[in-house]
C-alpha cells in the first residue's frame, strides 16, 4: 500500500472523528458537578450506575442477619479477650501496693496544710529584718511588697549569683535560704520551681554565712504535705528498746561525747509551730497531679543538695548519727510511697542519697560505731562492733510495723487476703512486696550490700515468725547458723509454703538470694560453699519437692497455676547460679 503524505501538518494535529467521539464520552463520565453530586447526595449514589455493584440488594434480609450476628460475635470475642489480657497481667503483677505516707484530710483530698506560696511570708515567718536599710536604698515600701510577694521578682532582686543588696548580714542569708528552701516545697509551677531551685543553690555556693540542712527542715517540709506523724514523726517509736536509738545513745555517752538518755525530735520552725496550735483552717488542697509535683521535686532536691553540697549537711560528720539515721529511714518509707512506686525518677533520687550518706561516715564509725575501734577481740576478728551504722539503720527500718504503728498508712485490703497472707500472721508487718521494694531502694554498692543482707535477714525472721537475731552483720553463715531459717524451717515458713502461697514464698525466696549475695568473688569464697549448699538442699529442695509437678501442665486461666510456674522458674534460675558460682571455687 503506497504512503500517501499529508497536504499539510494541520491534518496531523486535528486528529480523526472518532477519537473526537471518544473524548467527548470521556468528557461525558468525568463531569465534575456529577461527581461532586454522588459523592454528596445519597440519592445520586444510588441511583448512578458506578455505585451499582457497592450496594447489597435491599431485599436480602439473611445475609444482613447474618453480618450482624458475626460483628456481634466479633466483639463479644473481643471483650472476652481483653478480660482475659486483664486477667492475665494482674495474676503476673508483681508490683508493691505501697504506703499512704500522705493520707488525705478530711476533705478526701491531699494538699499543703500550714503554708503554701501564697501565705510564706519572709518578713513575719523567717524574721527577716532588714526592710528599713533597704527603704534607704532607695525602694518604696510598694516595691519591696511586690518583691518579697512576687518569687520572680525576689529571684530578680536576690542576684544570687553575685552581692546582692537583700542579704548584708547571716541573719539576712539565713532567712533568705530558708525562704527559698520552704518556697520550693509548695511551688507547683514547673519553671518558677527551677528558677527557685538554682537561685537556692547558686546562693549555698557563693556565700560563706553558715545554713545547713538539716532533719528540722526536712520534718517541716513533710508535716506540712499532711505526712503521717505516728510513722514519721514519733519520739515515742524512736525512743522504743528495739530501734536501738537508746543504745547508740549510750554507746555515744561512753565516748566521752554529750548525748541525752533519750533522743528529743527536731524542734520544728517557730513560724510553723505556731500554725500548727492555731485554730485557724490554712489547708490548701492541691490535685493529685500538683501534690505528686511537689513532693517529688523535694526529693530530688534533698538527693542533689546531699550529693552536691555535703559539707552543708547539719546531720554529717558525727559520732551522734542519730539524726542522719532517721533520714535516711525517712528516704525509705518515702520511697514505699504508692504514689512513687513507679516513679523511677524518685527511686534513683533516693537511692543516690542513700548512696551519699552511706558513703560519708568514716570507715572505723561503719565497722566500730561511735567508738571507733573494735569493743574486743572477738569484734575485731569478725570485723564489727554491735553498735555499728548499718545495724542501727536496720534495726530502725524493720521496727516499722504499719499495722500496729500507723494503720492509716495500709493501703491493701487484709480481709480479702484471709487466706493467703501477705503479712506476717498478725497482719502487723509491712506488705512483703513493700519490704522487697525497700530493699532494692538501697544503692548496690559495697555498704549498700551489706545493708541489703542485713535487712533481707530481719525481713525473712518477720515473716518466719521467729525471734530476732541481731548479729554485727549478715552473710550466708548466719542463716546456717538459724536453724529455724535452713536445716529446721520453722512452722511460720512451712505453713506459707505448704498454704500454696506462691506469691509470698516467692518473696522468702528472694530474701534467701539476697543473704547469699551476688557478687562471685565476696559471696561465693571457699568458705562460704558448704554454707550455700546446706541452704540450697534445705530451702530451695524443700520448697521444689512442694510444688506442683511440672508434667501436671499448667492452667492459664488458674492464677494459683501461673504463680506457681513462676516461683518454680524462678527457684530453677536461683539454684542454677549458686551452683554455677560454687563451681568456679571448688
Avoid at 486528529?15 to 467521539?21: C, F, L, P, V
Avoid at 535516711?328 to 504508692?338: I, N, P, S
Wanted: proline content about 3%; glycine content about 4%.
Amino acid at each position: 500500500m503506497e504512503y500517501l503524505e499529508p497536504e499539510d501538518c494541520d491534518d496531523l494535529l486535528e486528529g480523526s472523528d472518532e477519537d473526537e467521539d471518544v473524548t467527548e464520552a470521556n468528557n461525558e463520565l468525568l463531569d465534575l458537578n456529577e461527581l461532586e453530586e454522588v459523592a454528596v447526595g445519597t440519592v445520586s449514589a444510588v441511583d448512578n450506575p458506578i455505585f451499582l455493584d457497592m450496594l447489597q440488594p435491599l431485599g436480602d434480609s439473611d445475609d444482613e442477619e447474618e453480618d450482624e450476628g458475626k460483628v456481634v460475635r466479633e466483639e463479644k470475642r473481643r471483650i472476652e479477650d481483653m478480660a482475659r489480657r486483664d486477667k492475665m497481667v494482674k495474676m503476673l503483677n508483681m508490683v508493691a501496693p505501697g504506703i499512704d505516707l500522705f493520707p488525705p484530710s478530711d476533705e478526701e483530698e491531699n494538699g499543703f496544710l500550714y503554708f503554701s506560696l501564697d501565705t510564706l511570708d519572709l518578713e513575719t515567718d523567717m524574721r527577716y529584718t532588714r526592710r528599713a536599710k533597704l527603704l534607704g536604698h532607695g525602694f518604696t515600701s510598694t516595691q519591696l511588697d511586690t518583691i518579697m510577694s512576687d518569687r520572680l521578682q525576689f529571684v530578680r532582686h536576690l542576684m544570687p549569683e553575685a552581692q546582692s543588696v537583700l542579704i548584708c548580714d547571716k541573719m539576712d542569708f539565713r532567712a533568705v535560704m530558708n525562704f527559698l528552701f520552704y518556697s520550693i516545697s509548695v511551688c507547683t509551677d514547673r519553671g518558677l520551681n527551677d528558677l527557685l531551685t538554682k537561685a537556692f543553690f547558686d546562693l549555698r555556693k557563693n556565700y560563706g554565712f553558715r545554713w545547713n540542712l538539716s532533719l528540722k527542715h526536712i520534718m517541716a517540709v513533710l508535716l506540712n504535705y499532711g505526712v503521717e506523724e505516728m510513722a514519721v514523726f514519733n519520739s515515742r517509736f524512736y525512743n522504743k528498746e528495739n530501734v536501738g536509738l537508746l543504745r547508740h545513745l549510750e554507746e555515744v555517752r561512753k565516748t566521752g561525747q554529750e548525748a541525752g538518755e533519750k533522743y528529743q525530735l527536731p524542734k520544728l520552725p517557730v513560724f510553723l509551730q505556731k500554725r500548727k496550735v492555731s485554730a485557724k483552717i490554712m489547708f490548701l488542697a492541691q490535685t493529685d497531679q500538683k501534690f505528686h509535683f511537689c513532693v517529688s521535686r523535694f526529693i530530688h532536691l534533698v538527693s542533689e543538695f546531699s550529693a552536691g553540697l555535703p559539707s552543708h549537711l547539719e546531720f554529717r560528720y558525727r559520732n551522734n548519727w542519730s539524726e542522719q539515721i532517721i533520714f535516711m529511714h525517712v528516704l525509705l518509707l518515702l520511697g514505699t510511697d504508692k504514689r512513687f512506686i513507679m516513679d523511677h525518677r524518685v527511686k534513683e533520687s533516693i537511692t543516690t542519697a542513700l548512696h551519699y550518706h552511706m558513703d560519708s561516715f568514716s570507715s572505723s564509725q561503719w565497722f566500730w560505731g561511735p567508738a571507733n575501734k573494735p569493743a574486743n577481740d572477738q569484734a575485731k576478728q569478725v570485723g564489727f562492733n554491735h553498735s555499728n551504722v548499718h545495724k542501727s539503720l536496720i534495726r530502725m527500718v524493720n521496727e516499722f510495723f504499719p499495722g500496729e504503728l500507723c494503720p492509716s498508712v495500709i493501703t491493701w485490703d487484709q480481709s480479702s487476703h484471709a487466706n493467703l497472707k501477705v503479712t506476717n500472721m498478725d497482719g502487723t508487718s509491712d506488705h512483703h512486696l513493700n519490704m522487697l521494694h525497700r530493699i532494692h531502694l538501697v544503692p548496690p554498692s559495697f555498704r549498700g550490700n551489706q545493708v541489703k543482707k542485713y535487712l533481707a535477714f530481719m525481713y525473712l525472721q518477720t515473716l518466719a515468725e521467729i525471734h530476732f537475731s541481731l548479729p554485727t552483720h549478715v552473710d550466708v553463715v548466719d542463716l546456717v547458723d538459724t536453724p529455724d531459717l535452713c536445716d529446721k524451717l520453722s512452722d511460720g515458713l512451712k505453713m506459707i509454703v505448704l498454704s500454696k502461697n506462691y506469691e509470698l514464698t516467692m518473696t522468702i525466696m528472694e530474701l534467701y538470694d539476697i543473704i547469699v549475695g551476688h557478687e562471685p568473688e565476696l559471696d561465693f569464697t571457699r568458705d562460704k560453699v558448704e554454707h550455700i549448699n546446706r541452704v540450697k538442699r534445705g530451702v530451695l529442695g524443700w520448697v521444689q519437692k512442694k510444688l506442683p509437678g511440672i508434667g501436671r501442665g499448667v492452667d492459664i486461666n488458674n492464677e494459683q497455676s501461673i504463680k506457681a510456674m513462676q516461683l518454680a522458674e524462678y527457684l530453677d534460675i536461683v539454684e542454677g547460679r549458686w551452683q554455677t558460682c560454687c563451681n568456679n571455687h571448688t
